[in-house]
């Protein structure tokens, strides 16, 4: 009797140090580890004309967001844009205010990842700053990631994150097919 | 509890514990100033107490165990335990000398709470720690706004005199310890908890954080500084002092690259640079450390930090901001220029 | 300025009883002016019906039928002497010719009329028009477009506005959104000089609309939720030249206070209070912008504007009374250094912005006649105050408030109610009023003839979360998450008549919308004033009843003026096009809430304007199509 509770007992116990390993705080900073390019490759956004129909723009639109959908990147999109003070043009509830309303699937400046990337770190005409110099590649993306979850923006297809939306979007408004981008 | 004070002072428990305060700073069993002083008292007391008793069972005990019978018969019949009058006594002087030793040492407990719970005095100085992943924002605070600042990790105070804590948290919960002078207070998201501290000798007391707090909990430390109240009012004056500008091209380029890329989470207090994210670096050269206590302040140790965090820190709130080589020169340059 | 009041020689009495006489019926056509001094042995009699004894100098007294400037005179009255148009026929008011400019944002401007031309700003890209009254449908003279940075648009907090146009020695004067002032030749349209005033890329914008006087133009910056430096300045008309520049926080030489600063209250006394009043360091950021109206007093010389909220807008970061951010100031119109200040909301936790117009007038207050300025606060209080030494003679609310307890008048601070003090991370529900406040830039009109003034007010409270913020130039430096909604009544406007001197509310209309025009108060009796679904009215001065009601294409932020045309036949001008901050979220989801527009009305009695003809009939022949001067023969 007692020899069998020795092995149950450490087999508990090393269940119970597995579950302790999910860190308590909530590092909410932290990348996911697996399946990220480097840093170096986060920064190869091709900075040509998004808008034009050049290979580069191809490849733009083709360019996903590395951190996909994943939560912890939203998260940390979501507490970046309450402290870079995107929250104070676009209001905290992100629908906008002195800058334009990040929820819905207008996008002046194209909806697609990479194109609200360069939105972020260019700046943009009518005000919006620059963030290329202050913010790194991967804090960029996590901003585009928690902006892709608020389910205006398109996927790297063409096609609206949000299908209920697309509705009431004229076709030509919506980001160009792929078709039509990927003539040589 | 004069005689354990003395004890205390006299260096004898700290002979007893073994190693100085420099050598190990984290140790809580020789404290600095009212606010730890009773729990250390109490708690070699408390230890002297339990030895004692420990001692006194363990006589009782082996004098039972090996206690020799006399043999003595009486009356014909032989009794195989003999029946010993007086064993009440025992009893009684055991529970009596208990009861009143238990007694003695609660209302020891009580009295030790009531001197940590208050400072001997009203404290004139307040400091706002606002604890976060994985850093302390210090925010010292004046009845004349003008002289109210803000710092980081390195916390200074007049020696012989009370400072008041105010505890908050950005993110999780957090512990303010600084084992030399006091007690740990939890520092809570949502609500504002307060503690004080007194050093009574100047020197450097090393603090930390005391709840798991995530990745880099073990690199969450802080440096309590007692100065005498001539150094601590120059230390103000400094932090109040605004840089003056330099004329260096190095400097200011350094200067410029810090605008653009470090000025949206630090501040410069005198410049645009008053990002709140993170420390503030209006005079990181008079800290002794970076990164909350996890680096010496020396040139080469700020190079690494600024050019890889992640690699010292990781998971830091700091991203790596892959400075190029001469930009990180600059900057180091600059940041160096804040005394 | 008259001195016609003084009678004190015995011997000269005929003569001058005879000369009062020809000047009182010189003056038949205009209001009186403010007597000199409170020696003076006869003031002109105030009209028995003035219900609070004021009286106002319409310095500097241009024609009566025109609109030289967005405020009228030096005293921001806003009063036109024109009565043709009054209670008895307002009801018959139609549209007489409307102008579209073309642009979308928010029309907070008023024309202005000088001679026979009619000159117009639009909001961003800040076009200048000259509009030829005298032709059919008052055509274009000319179209001048400066062609400003629209960086400045994701800059500017409350919509890309401009509040209108200064004119003097042949050129039109304003602020470009980008931070230049420019000046242009009104007869040709072309541009005479263009200043850069501060930097847009730090977040700073201008929307103010100038003040000229003499030679000197005065102007001054927006952008207290930008964490700016706030300033006012004097340029010279002619070049375009800086003269002086006082900033708002900073050190005495750089708040431009000298030897001559002499503050009424306690907490304004003291040496670089700009500085010491704020945490070390935070003055650079500290805001305080100068975004609002300013007034002149002839008299003394004195210049009357205020400044904004200081930055950023969640106070705990700022502990202190944070000087010169939501500060009256007066100031030497000719060396810019401060005559005294007045902090009407010290250590604003709540944007209570100071920069409301300050209505200058001489008002009997217990007995004795005071120079005054009357100014509706965005804190709610309105108040009436000494304007030769900042004392606060009246401080009553106008509007619904429960961020104050109540006025202290021997501190001359409101009372602070604790439970409304925002702190970090903490909602505090129904916190009144909001941070636009009982009544924000929209300015009001005051009566010599009823001695009232005439706002549009708000009816809103709002639900606050503070968040603290580090400032990132560029970016704002705000923190304040809020939901605005109405306050007790449902509505979210009011159109009152106030009595400076008593402090008290006359009468009120309510209304379901905001009501964020300027108001027009005539002689005529009739006040104008707009809502921001659209609505254009008329009101009669004395008792609130509205006499006349006009919908526009889109809602009314701007501030109606009145003119006499070259047919001598006065027209009110108002423009619509709904913006600023009158586009809040409540707003929109009411049903009845406009789309933009850009469109400036001109209304005339049954419509009739130079060469054309209403079909009601009129006096004279209608068989010929009319002559283009035709003058109708109005009286």
Redesign the interface.
């Known amino acids: 009797m007692p020899m069998r509770i020795v092995p149950a007992g450490l087999m508990t116990m090393s269940l119970m140090l597995c579950a302790c390993s999910h860190?308590?705080?909530?590092?909410?900073?932290?990348p996911p580890t697996t399946g990220l390019p480097s840093?170096?490759e986060m920064?190869a956004v091709p900075m040509g004309h998004v808008a034009g129909l050049t290979d580069s723009a191809a490849l733009a639109r083709s360019m996903p967001n590395p951190y996909g959908d994943d939560a912890q990147a939203v998260a940390a999109g979501k507490a970046l844009y309450v402290?870079?003070n995107c929250a104070g043009c676009h209001a905290y509830d992100a629908k906008g205010n002195m800058g334009p309303d990040l929820t819905d699937s207008y996008w002046r400046y194209g909806g697609l990842p990479a194109q609200i990337y360069r939105s972020i770190h260019d700046g943009r005409a009518q005000g919006m700053p620059a963030w290329g110099?202050?913010?790194?590649p991967?804090?960029i993306w996590k901003l585009v990631a928690y902006i892709e979850s608020l389910g205006g923006a398109y996927s790297v297809d063409g096609t609206p994150r949000n299908p209920q939306r697309a509705e009431l979007v004229a076709p030509e408004v919506q980001a160009p097919s792929p078709a039509a981008a990927s003539s040589p | 509890m004069n005689v354990r004070g003395a004890l205390a002072s006299s260096g004898v428990l700290s002979a007893l514990s073994g190693w100085s305060h420099a050598e190990t700073p984290m140790s809580y069993l020789h404290t600095y100033g009212p606010a730890g002083d009773p729990i250390t008292q109490l708690g070699w007391g408390l230890g002297i107490v339990s030895i004692a008793v420990i001692v006194v069972i363990a006589v009782l005990l082996l004098g039972g165990l090996f206690h020799r019978r006399s043999g003595r018969v009486s009356g014909g019949s032989e009794l195989a335990v003999p029946r010993e009058g007086g064993g009440m006594a025992w009893l009684y002087a055991g529970v009596g000398i208990s009861t009143v030793v238990l007694i003695a040492c609660m209302g020891w407990t009580l009295a030790t709470s009531a001197a940590i719970s208050r400072p001997p005095t009203t404290p004139a100085l307040t400091v706002q720690v606002t604890a976060s992943?994985w850093w302390w924002s210090l925010r010292y605070?004046s009845p004349?706004?003008?002289?109210?600042?803000?710092t980081a990790n390195e916390i200074h105070i007049p020696v012989g005199q009370p400072v008041r804590f105010e505890l908050a948290s950005l993110?999780?919960i957090h512990s303010f310890w600084v084992p030399a002078l006091g007690g740990k207070m939890d520092v809570i998201p949502?609500q504002t908890n307060v503690t004080w501290l007194q050093a009574d000798k100047p020197g450097v007391y090393r603090g930390q954080c005391a709840v798991?707090?995530?990745?880099e909990?073990a690199r969450m430390a802080l440096e309590v500084i007692a100065d005498t109240p001539r150094e601590f009012r120059a230390w103000q004056d400094d932090q109040?002092r605004?840089p003056t500008p330099s004329a260096s091209t190095t400097v200011l380029q350094g200067q410029r690259v810090f605008?653009?890329?470090?000025?949206?989470?630090h501040?410069i207090?005198?410049s645009?640079a008053?990002?709140?994210?993170g420390p503030d670096l209006s005079h990181l050269m008079s800290r002794r450390t970076l990164a909350a206590g996890v680096l010496a302040n020396t040139p080469g140790n700020l190079a690494g930090w600024i050019a890889d965090p992640q690699a010292l820190k990781?998971?830091?709130?700091m991203?790596?901001?892959?400075v190029s080589g001469p930009d990180l020169a600059a900057v180091v340059g600059y940041l160096n220029t804040l005394q | 300025m008259r001195n016609f009041a003084r009678m004190q020689s015995p011997r000269k009495s005929g003569l001058s009883l005879a000369g009062a006489l020809l000047l009182g019926l010189l003056e038949c056509g205009h209001p009186s002016q403010a007597a000199d001094g409170p020696a003076a042995a006869a003031t002109p009699p105030v009209p028995a019906n003035n219900l609070s004894g004021a009286t106002i100098n319409f310095a500097p007294n241009d024609p009566a039928g025109e609109w030289r400037s967005q405020a009228r005179d030096y005293a921001n009255s806003r009063y036109s002497p024109l009565d043709q148009i009054n209670s008895g026929n307002v009801a018959q008011l139609r549209v007489a010719w409307t102008f579209s400019d073309g642009t979308l944002h928010g029309h907070e401007a008023a024309p202005l009329v000088i001679g026979d031309t009619m000159y117009l700003v639009t909001p961003f890209p800040d076009m200048a028009y000259a509009l030829d009254l005298t032709k059919p449908g008052a055509s274009i003279k000319w179209t001048f477009k400066p062609n400003p940075s629209p960086l400045a648009i994701g800059k500017a907090c409350c919509d890309a506005v401009t509040r209108g146009i200064a004119y003097a020695d042949g050129k039109l004067i304003y602020n470009l959104l980008d931070d230049h002032t420019v000046a242009v030749d009104t007869k040709t349209g072309k541009e005479v000089w263009r200043i850069k005033m501060d930097n847009v890329e730090t977040g700073a914008t201008m929307t103010m609309a100038p003040l000229i006087v003499g030679n000197k133009v005065f102007v001054g910056n927006s952008g207290g939720e930008m964490?700016v430096q706030g300033w006012i300045a004097a340029l010279d008309v002619g070049t375009g030249k800086e003269l002086w520049r006082a900033y708002s926080t900073g050190s005495d030489k750089r708040v431009l206070i000298g030897a001559d600063f002499k503050p009424f209250y306690r907490w304004m006394k003291g040496e670089d209070l700009g500085?010491?009043?704020?945490?070390?360091?935070?003055w650079?950021?500290g805001g305080a912008s100068v975004w609002g109206w300013i007034s002149y007093d002839p008299q003394t010389n004195l210049i009357f504007y205020g400044t904004s909220n200081p930055s950023p807008r969640v106070p705990v970061q700022?502990?202190?009374?944070n000087l010169w951010a939501s500060t009256i100031f007066a100031r030497d119109a000719d060396t810019g250094m401060a005559r005294w200040a007045y902090q009407t909301t010290p250590h604003d936790e709540w944007d209570y912005d100071a920069v409301n117009e300050d209505i200058l007038m001489d008002l009997p207050i217990k007995g004795r006649v005071r120079k005054v300025l009357v100014h509706f606060d965005r804190n709610a209080y309105a108040y009436t105050i000494d304007r030769t030494t900042g004392e606060v003679l009246v401080a009553a609310p106008f509007a619904y408030l429960n961020w104050s307890t109540g006025f202290d008048m021997t501190t001359g601070r409101p009372i602070v109610n604790k439970d409304k003090e925002p702190k970090p991370?903490v909602k505090i529900d129904n916190l009144c009023p909001p941070d636009i406040g009982g009544k924000d830039w929209q300015p009001a009109a005051a009566s010599p003839r009823s001695g009232l003034v005439y706002a549009g007010i708000f009816n809103l409270c709002m639900d606050l979360t503070d968040h603290?913020?580090?400032?990132?130039?560029s970016t704002p430096y705000d923190g304040m998450e809020m939901q605005r909604q109405a306050a007790p009544g449902g509505n979210l406007g009011e159109f009152m008549a106030w009595n400076p001197a008593t402090g008290k509310k006359m009468w009120a209309i309510k209304e379901r919308f905001m009501t964020m025009s300027g108001a027009l108060a005539t002689a005529g009796d009739v006040v104008f004033y707009g809502t921001a679904d659209g609505w254009f009215r008329a009101v009669d001065a004395r008792s609130g009843k509205i006499l006349w009601s006009q919908k526009l294409g889109s809602g009314v932020i701007g501030q109606p003026i009145s003119y006499l045309g070259p047919d001598h036949r006065q027209y009110i001008a108002i423009y619509s096009g709904i913006g600023g901050v009158a586009t809040m979220r409540v707003d929109k989801s009411m049903s009845g809430f406009p789309a933009p527009g850009g469109t400036l009305y001109v209304f005339s009695i049954h419509g009739d304007s130079v060469g054309a003809q209403s079909a009601e009939p009129a006096a004279v022949d209608d068989a010929a199509a009319p002559p283009a001067n035709a003058n109708q023969g109005k009286p």
Do not use: N
């Open positions: 860190s308590e705080g909530g590092s909410a900073s932290g840093a170096g920064s402290k870079m110099a202050a913010l790194p991967r804090e | 992943q605070t004349d706004a003008s002289r109210t600042f803000i993110d999780v949502g798991f707090c995530g990745a909990h109040l605004e605008q653009a890329r470090c000025a949206a989470c501040s207090r005198g645009d008053a990002g709140i994210l990781p998971g830091a709130q991203p790596d901001h892959l | 964490g500085v010491s009043s704020w945490p070390a360091g935070m650079k950021h700022r502990p202190g009374y991370g603290e913020v580090g400032y990132i130039a």
